[in-house]
């Protein structure tokens, strides 16, 4: 049989009706569904390494080997196993030792022979040995070329296929396929302009390097295969955004706001502050989009502190003194109360008239019917609220501009949802996570960006210093002290899941330690995401208030708390956070003019010393794009932004076009030249994405 693109997988040998279902549920049903899934990492097996040349300490190395004998020994502590092998080539004997994969019994059994990849130790007998190396078996002489004698391709376990098998697969699915059958999804002249090479070479060559790649390229991601992949990707990307934003542009369908004189004036005087230069050029940003036909779909970046609620106001009341409704959309409940009580407060003072409603999920059924129904007659002007702002029940009397805050929380569907509320709402979006702009771009390439780069006047830099268990009682005289001369205090208890009962009481007990043994002469109260919004309100409120000196807190303070009275901020167990996460709960301390201090304890746990150096980064800048970048190069975008809540967990190549900005401008460059081309480009890109889209809804 000739194996297509399109040929269904259980129609290949090897992996029939029942894996072919069970593939399906990772959502590959086609050949190529499962091309893309690309190998996790390489192994150099064009050479061996020796036995006898393995020296402790050395780096990983992988071996061909035979096994002479294996034993499973259960040792006293309960449950612990160690399964040891004794494996030789022609230059020696090698011990072998796996921890707690007792299974292994089954699998590693004298006579046979595997490849085994790992770091080479010392051991407590041998000079040297293998500690939980990876195996693979190598039957016979079997498939010399694919397994061996390469670089070979390792992959994550699929299901319940091992890396073997699958890269079994691969090479004769390859192999055995008619190459056109992957059609090209980069139009041939941008192909040929930017090098690429076919798909199937491409991905032919991502899993079988050819010989005149060298293991460095493939790390870096350098290989002719691997950029066209990327390209590929990042492209289509790209056409699809600069579609979405060819059409916002193009229809003019949107509001045009007017701006006189008169109404800046009033605006001016709403805020008790001057604003800063970023914020003003920011404010120009969008003053040109409101003024304009076309919707406004604006990013709006700034880091934690640098007053973008400031510029959000601002834009809101000019929808509203154009006779429009605004609403301003934020993560938490939290949030949304203190952004309803500062508003109020501002506007009281301001004298423009502009009635609010404040809409989350814990109103009692009173209230959130009043609610409803002020924004749905157009009562209320500015409607404040979480998520429950776009739940269907809620309707507008004439919706002209949402605000998004902190976007990183929302998915870009639930912002669709918004929209489809107004007439054709202008839309901005604010973000505190600082982006670099690449990034920015590949996620947002919809929408335009302004930056603000500068902090409100008079702001120490918060003070940040990491401690171990052995400093926590300096660190307590520390806290007490700041409360003494009239400062508050919060201390974060890392959850892993806000939901998590287990976590939720280890924090909860913490709380009530310190209440009663470390810091009794304190008041001492805990914000926590599983609460009532009415009782996170209450102990917020007090915190606000200053009745409470001292608020253990989960990560829902993370996100535009405001209290500048706040000066320390311990964070326990800083080690599980981000660092990008930290620096936004730093952000809460440094409001007020006091210098501030940030503690991050890290545990004496093993990783100890690794976790330090990654949270120097921490005290020696408080530069949120910085902290990003790092934090980035570390766990990867995946982590950083959480692209599920993006939509892009199947962008592969995001971390590498991060690495390769050149290939995302080159890309970005080609699909808008496309999308505002010819006639024929147009109808070409249109295509492309048609065909796109039934691939990309299924992922
Ligand atoms: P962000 O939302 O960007 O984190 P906020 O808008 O919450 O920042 O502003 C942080 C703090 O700075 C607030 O207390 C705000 O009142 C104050 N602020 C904002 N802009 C200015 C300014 N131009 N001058 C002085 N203070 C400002
Ligand atoms: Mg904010």
């Keep these: 049989m000739m194996i297509r693109a399109d040929t269904e997988l259980r129609c290949l040998s090897g992996i029939g009706p029942r894996r072919a279902e069970r593939l399906a549920a990772s959502r590959l049903r086609t050949v190529e569904d499962l091309l893309y899934v690309l190998p996790m990492r390489y192994e150099d097996r064009r050479n061996f390494a020796r036995v006898a040349e393995l020296l402790p300490g050395g780096p990983d190395t992988t071996l061909n080997v035979e096994v002479e004998s294996s034993r499973l020994i259960r040792t006293r502590r309960r449950g612990f196993t160690i399964f040891e092998a004794r494996v030789k080539d022609a230059t020696g004997k090698l011990k072998v030792i796996w921890y707690n994969q007792p299974y292994l019994e089954r699998v590693i059994q004298a006579g046979k022979r595997v490849v085994l990849f790992g770091r080479p130790v010392a051991g407590r007998y041998e000079a040297v040995q293998l500690e939980n190396p990876d195996y693979e078996y190598l039957e016979g002489d079997d498939a010399e070329g694919v397994h061996t004698g390469r670089i070979v391709p390792v992959y994550r376990k699929l299901g319940d296929l091992q890396s073997r098998f699958l890269r079994g697969i691969f090479h004769a699915t390859l192999q055995e396929m008619e190459r056109d059958s992957l059609a090209p999804l980069v139009p041939p002249a941008i192909a040929e302009r930017r090098g690429l090479i076919h798909r199937w070479d491409a991905l032919h060559d991502v899993h079988f390097p050819p010989a005149d790649v060298t293991p460095r390229k493939l790390v870096e991601r350098d290989t002719p295969a691997q950029r066209t992949l990327a ?50 050029k920011v404010l120009k940003e969008i003053g040109a989009d409101l003024r304009s036909e076309h919707p406004m779909n604006r990013l709006l970046q700034g880091d934690v502190g640098s007053g973008k609620t400031a510029v959000a106001l601002l834009t809101l009341l000019v929808a509203v003194e154009n006779g429009y409704q605004g609403a301003l959309m934020v993560p938490t409940e939290i949030l949304a109360e203190q952004h309803a009580r500062n508003i109020d407060r501002l506007l009281q003072g301001s004298g423009l008239d502009c009635p609010t409603a404040l809409l989350t999920g814990s109103l009692r059924a009173a209230e959130r019917r009043a609610a409803l129904g002020a924004i749905a007659n157009g009562e209320a002007k500015l409607a404040i609220g979480t998520h429950a702002l776009f739940e269907s029940g809620v309707a507008f009397h004439r919706l002209g501009l949402a605000v998004i805050d902190e976007q990183h929380r929302f998915g870009v569907l639930q912002r669709a949802a918004l929209v489809d509320k107004g007439l054709r709402p202008d839309v901005l979006v604010m973000t505190a996570t600082p982006i670099p702009r690449t990034m920015a771009l590949t996620l947002y390439g919809d929408l335009d960006l302004s930056v603000i780069d500068e902090l409100p006047p008079g702001r120490t830099p918060v003070t940040t210093v990491v401690r171990g268990e052995d400093e926590r009682d300096k660190v307590y005289r520390g806290v007490v002290d700041q409360v003494r001369r009239g400062r508050q205090a919060y201390v974060v208890v890392p959850l892993v899941e806000e939901t998590a009962k287990s976590d939720l009481k280890a924090a909860t007990e913490f709380a009530d330690k310190l209440r009663k043994d470390v810091l009794p002469d304190l008041e001492i109260g805990m914000l926590h995401g599983r609460m ?57 301390v440094g409001r007020g003019s006091e210098r501030s201090y940030c503690v991050l304890m890290v545990g004496d746990e093993e990783h100890g010393r690794e976790a330090r150096e990654r949270l120097a980064v921490m005290a020696q800048t408080t530069d949120g794009f910085l902290i990003a970048e790092k934090d980035l190069e570390i766990r990867g975008p995946g982590m950083v932004f959480g692209t599920q809540q993006h939509g892009l967990t199947d962008l592969q190549f995001i971390a590498d076009v991060l690495r390769a900005p050149e290939l995302l401008d080159a890309a970005r460059a080609e699909a808008r030249a496309m999308i505002e081309g010819t006639e024929e480009q147009q109808a070409h890109a249109a295509k492309i994405l048609e065909s796109l889209s039934s691939k990309w809804k299924r992922r």
């Design 231 to 280: 390209f590929e990707e990042i492209f289509l990307l790209q056409l699809a955004l600069a579609s979405r934003r060819h059409g916002v542009k193009h229809e003019k369908r949107g509001i045009a706001y007017e701006l006189p004189d008169a109404l800046r004036g009033r605006l001016g005087g709403v805020l008790p502050f001057k604003l800063t230069d970023a914020q003003q």
């Design 532 to 588: 009532k919004g009415r009782d996170k309100d209450a102990v917020m409120q007090r915190f606000v208030a200053g009745e409470i000196q001292v608020l253990v807190a989960t990560t829902v303070i993370e996100v535009g708390v405001d209290v500048p009275n706040a000066t320390v901020m311990i964070v326990e167990h800083a080690e599980r956070f981000g660092l990008s996460q930290l620096h936004q709960l730093r952000g809460r």
